[in-house]
């Protein structure tokens, strides 16, 4: 049955195929959720939950710095709403198409309903890409974008955020659009900047999140982060708070990546060295290749479309953090980690694991942390801004870290208490799905046929 509802999504739309792999595991998590209570088949859950509850697609035209007209599709994706208002991010990159967006407002659904906040999923963006773009371009774009957007959205609606390629400068340029056009100063946006509106903690939130469900997992086992060697990927906002909290949890961390390449640094990336690359990526927007110009001691490896494998992740370590984007850690690589020792995956990024990876980890016995529960700190600290905001008050750094530390504490129990619940203990995975799951779909029906 729950297969059946994968073909469904397939022969609807054969080509989104991120899409389709987000379903699938879903679906293969809640098969036991389902034997056990036919009620939700007879209300067709499954079929209501695969089809968002709107797809807004339009055109975001835009002049360059030359004069020059472009034009770039834009979306939002409201998934469902039956626990809190449409939440999730927008992502800003080439490669943005509406199956990765449906894909990415999918797993929000669930990853938000762990949170312990009311929030339903959304997910938006465009194939915009802002690599060496000028601020200019990338201010006019995101006026242009809003001004389609704004009559979506609002703080009881729908509340976006940033993903890849949206950060607090491009945040700062839709808020003042949407400001502009809504004539309103509300919460409408999370991820502000502190002077207006924003939460302490939200930029480090996802990298910290995912720290510190490294450490719950960790604690399973009578383990802990402390002098562990650890892999991470990408070098964006989750991947550099990642790095932050590893080295509080006296951990040493040894890669960094982009797009183009990784920085390998055997004598590990310390305070200073972190610094340097939050100045190289946020402010200077430039390569980490250009890390081992400061430290020549760090190798780097440029990307080889010939290798059928990804060598940042066939190094010695304990840990493995993905924190770039999906699909990046594939059946060898998965492998590879293993055979390199790595007990812990925590992932920072969304669905960075292919299914048969994922098999690989769960079947090996390793502690794997899915996105959806490991990375749920992002979007926890945006719904205390959001919290903030409707009460007119700011919490402080620490108040703000002790309640991402209980929500990320939370979340891990519950993972573990519904996948011991349904028979297979350890397994975060089908614990993150099935928590997840039944939170939404006993509020579908509680709502009736809407
Ligand atoms: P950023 O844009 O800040 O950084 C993304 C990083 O990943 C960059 O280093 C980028 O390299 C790299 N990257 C992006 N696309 C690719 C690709 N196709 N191949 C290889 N590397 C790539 O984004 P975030 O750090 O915010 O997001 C990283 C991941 O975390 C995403 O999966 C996102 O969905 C997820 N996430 C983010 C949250 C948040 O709060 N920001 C919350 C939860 C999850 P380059 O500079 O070359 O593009
Ligand atoms: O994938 C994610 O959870 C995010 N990009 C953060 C979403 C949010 O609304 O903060």
């Not at 509850?53 to 339009?58: E, G, L, N, S, T």
């Not at 835009?62 to 472009?70: K, L, V």
């Not at 940033?162 to 946006?189: C, H, P, Q, S, W």
Request: aromatic share 10%.
């Amino acid at each position: 049955m729950s297969q059946d509802i994968l073909q469904i999504a397939k022969s609807k739309d054969p080509y989104e195929r991120e899409f389709h792999q987000a379903v699938g595991e879903v679906m293969e998590s809640i098969r036991p959720v389902l034997d056990r209570n036919p009620q939700y088949r007879k209300a067709k859950i499954l079929e209501r939950l695969i089809e968002p509850d709107r797809v807004i697609m339009f055109r975001v035209p835009w002049m360059d710095d030359q004069g020059e007209i472009h034009v770039n599709r834009g979306f939002r994706i409201e998934m469902n709403n039956a626990i809190g208002p449409y939440k999730g991010g927008l992502r800003f990159h080439p490669s943005v198409n509406l199956g990765i967006l449906k894909f990415l407002a999918f797993e929000q659904v669930f990853k938000n309903a762990l949170t312990t906040l009311p929030m339903g999923g959304g997910k938006g963006g465009s194939d915009f890409d802002p690599k060496g773009k000028s601020d200019n371009e990338v201010m006019r774009f995101c006026q242009t974008f809003m001004c389609e957007l704004f009559r979506h959205i609002g703080p009881d609606t729908d509340v976006p955020a940033g993903d890849i390629g949206v950060g607090a400068r491009e945040i700062g340029y839709l808020f003042g659009m949407y400001k502009k056009l809504a004539n309103e100063f509300t919460g409408v946006l999370t991820g502000k900047s502190l002077n207006w509106g924003g939460s302490l903690i939200r930029p480090e939130a996802t990298g910290y999140g995912s720290v510190y469900f490294a450490s719950e997992m960790m604690t399973t086992r009578n383990k802990s982060l402390d002098g562990k060697t650890c892999l991470v990927s990408g070098s964006g906002n989750v991947a550099q708070f990642t790095v932050d909290k590893l080295l509080d949890f006296k951990a040493k961390v040894v890669t960094l990546s982009d797009s183009s390449g990784y920085i390998y640094d055997e004598e590990g990336i310390d305070r200073k060295k972190i610094a340097y690359v939050k100045k190289l990526k946020n402010i200077r927007r430039g390569r980490i290749k250009e890390y081992v110009q400061e430290y020549p001691s760090a190798v780097y490896t440029a990307v080889d479309p010939s290798l059928s494998y990804n060598p940042l992740w066939n190094h010695k370590a304990d840990c493995a953090f993905p924190s770039a984007t999906q699909n990046e850690i594939n059946e060898e690589d998965a492998r590879n980690l293993i055979k390199n020792g790595v007990f812990a995956v925590s992932e920072g990024a969304n669905m960075p694991t292919v299914p048969g990876g994922a098999d690989i980890f769960r079947e090996s016995g390793i502690l794997y942390g899915p996105g959806k529960a490991a990375n749920a700190g992002g979007v926890s600290v945006s719904g205390l801004e959001m919290t903030q905001n409707s009460m007119r008050i700011s919490w402080t750094r620490e108040e703000v870290d002790q309640r991402l530390k209980m929500i990320m504490h939370s979340i891990h129990r519950t993972c573990l208490e519904a996948a011991a619940e349904y028979g297979t203990p350890g397994n975060y995975v089908n614990g993150a799905n099935i928590a997840g799951f039944v939170k939404v779909v006993e509020s579908m029906i509680d709502q009736g046929l809407v």
